[in-house]
């Protein structure tokens, strides 16, 4: 707060800001609220080894993603060149011995073909210089095969890292999970736990000694590293409990303890665990644990809803975890690095690729998007292809390496490029940027409620994000056709009475006033005769007029200057 202070120049900005700021002191008090710069800011997910190469052996590093930070935000919000990401998170970035690395072999060093801690500190530092937290992955589950201390533990029966991992002299029933839990030892005759492969033993969290170093890894991180926060892998199975291998009470407990550490070390540490089952699963991991989750089943009706053509479905998940988790402590996205890309998840289809980015990008919470996804690379599985190198140019291997790329580009590397989007502006690219603009610049896409619409038509998605002082309403044709004379409807209370005034934030189309009745509904309103295919549409509204009588309560929020939506 005090730095924001010291920003200020004016006194409405001043006020302004303190206001922030008494609002963000007020919910300090509940410890797990999402830290203040989180509101309207996007996060941008990047595989370090696919992102940019710096000294050309064909793997991307750390000096390279350094170079490139200008893309993701040049610390000008006003820049179009820019994608405008405030957070940047990083998949995992420690020693290992996979080209993925989620099998850490020491966590408190740099991979070696990402370059050194002192690189990493570097482009920290450069990311904060431009306004980007930096989340890094932490990989707390299980460790690699070949760390130190499992190593240790296989050869050594007497070692005290013998208690880090779980043992049993027989194989133990694979149970419901499918593939095998427990691996033979390459050194004597037992087992050891391993729930996603022999290479990945899991760590022991019953053992205290076990759950001390995880915090003693967070803290390395958060205080020589400089990091922001966490994205933390497959947190539902850190500890087992008999023949439960997941969700148990344990794990909650596990995640509770070690927010707290890292709340003790960073009292706005942001950290957002994976858990990839439905919301009524995810709903048990809020209240005292992490700060956010992935909320998969929200990815999974956005793409739903797009590939199909309908709205049908659309929003119940995003209006569930409104309803029963608490404010922007759930995370939307698209696809992250374990699942085919959204454009290939569409079949190729770049107009429906942007009506998804649309929708990704005014939904509630801090939205996450997959590197590549802004322009729309394609990929699907193997994990490899979901990875591939990013496409900047049409240069030598897309102007990824001077060398040769660690894994093959896509097909369309030398025509689907940041630099040809770079020059069009109506590619998918341009609408990512203005809509990450658009979001960080307009309070009711930062922070206003999610209201659902109902159209007259299925295949038409609308909804508002609302604020006590305007709204913006999202109005997107789903379908391949034009669609004529669609009406928008909604319950009670979605708007105050009076007239208001819609402005399109992305085209220029002329869209009808909105009359508000006295109870607040919305009633058969046309915003435009015909509604383009796979085209969707932001309007700003405002109350021009205000109806006598009708109790809605008057504007007194302070001014919040240069807001995209409210001029
Ligand atoms: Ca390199």
């Known amino acids: 707060m005090c730095a924001a202070l010291a920003r200020s120049s004016s006194t ?15 919910g300090a008090a509940r410890a797990q609220d999402a830290p203040a710069w989180t509101r309207g800011a996007t996060c941008y997910e990047v595989f370090v080894r696919s992102f940019q190469d710096s000294d050309g052996d064909g793997i991307g590093d750390l000096n390279g993603l350094t170079a490139r930070l200008d893309y993701i935000n040049d610390g000008n919000p006003r820049s179009t060149r820019s994608l405008g ?10 020693e290992s011995p996979s080209y993925h690395g989620y099998d850490v072999t020491d966590y408190y060093r740099v991979a070696h073909d990402y370059g050194t801690n002192e690189d990493f500190e570097r482009l920290v530092a450069a990311a904060h210089k431009r306004g980007i937290k930096v989340l890094v992955d932490l990989v707390l589950n299980h460790t690699s095969n070949r760390h130190p201390h499992f190593l240790a533990a296989l050869r050594d029966s007497t070692s005290s890292y013998r208690a ?5 002299p027989t194989k133990l029933d694979r149970g419901t999970w499918g593939s095998e839990l427990w691996h033979k030892s390459p050194e004597r005759d037992e087992y050891y736990y391993g729930l996603f ?15 001390d170093e995880a915090n003693r890894v967070g803290r390395f991180w958060l205080d020589s590293m400089h990091v922001d926060g966490f994205r933390l892998d497959a947190v539902s199975f850190l ?15 596990v995640l509770h303890d070690f927010q707290q550490s890292m709340r003790a070390a960073r009292p706005d540490v942001y950290t957002v665990g994976e858990v990839t089952f439905p919301n009524a699963t995810l709903l048990s991991y809020y209240a005292d644990q992490l700060t956010s989750y992935f909320a998969f089943e929200v990815a999974d009706s956005l793409i739903a809803a797009v590939r199909s053509g309908s709205a049908r479905g659309l929003l119940a ?10 404010t922007g402590r759930w995370s939307p996205f698209l696809r992250n690095h374990d699942q085919p890309r959204t454009l290939t998840e569409l079949g190729g289809d770049m107009a429906r690729a942007r009506v998804a980015a649309l929708l990704l990008l005014t939904m509630p919470g801090m939205p996450f998007v997959y590197y590549g996804e802004e322009i729309g690379m394609s990929g699907g599985k193997p994990d490899e292809r979901i990875r591939t190198p990013m496409q900047w140019s049409s240069g030598h291997e897309a102007g990824f390496t001077p060398g040769t790329a660690w894994e093959q580009m896509q097909g369309d590397s030398l025509t689907r490029t940041v630099s040809a989007e770079e020059r069009d502006p109506s590619s998918l690219l341009a609408l990512y940027r203005r809509l990450i603009h658009l979001r960080a610049r307009c309070a009711a896409l930062a922070a206003g409620a999610l209201v659902p619409l109902q159209a007259s038509d299925d295949a038409v998605a609308a909804y508002l994000r609302r604020t006590d002082d305007g709204a913006v309403l999202i109005v997107a044709n789903l379908s391949a056709k034009p669609l ?5 409807e909604s319950a009670a209370g979605a708007l105050g009475a009076g007239r208001w005034r819609a402005r399109d934030l992305l085209a220029r189309t002329s869209p009808a006033t909105l009359e508000i009745d006295g109870e607040g509904r919305v009633r058969q309103y046309i915003a435009l005769p015909t509604l383009a295919p796979m085209q969707g549409h932001l309007f700003a509204l405002a109350r021009t007029t205000r109806t006598a009588g009708a109790g809605s309560a008057p504007t007194r929020a302070p001014h919040i200057p240069r807001d995209a939506c409210s001029d």
């Open 85 to 94: 990401a405030r957070c940047l998170w990083l998949m995992p970035v420690a």
């Open 239 to 253: 500890v087992e409990h008999g023949a439960q291998i997941m969700h148990t009470r344990e794990t909650h407990q």
């Open 197 to 211: 492969s022999s290479s990945m033993p899991d760590l022991n969290y019953e053992n205290p000694a076990v759950r």
């Open 317 to 326: 998940p995003a209006l569930q975890l409104e309803r029963d988790a608490p």
């Open 164 to 168: 880090w991992y779980r043992w049993s």
């Open 12 to 26: 409405v900005n001043t006020i302004g800001i303190l206001l922030l700021g008494l609002a963000a002191s007020a």
């Open 484 to 488: 004529a004379g669609v009406s928008i």
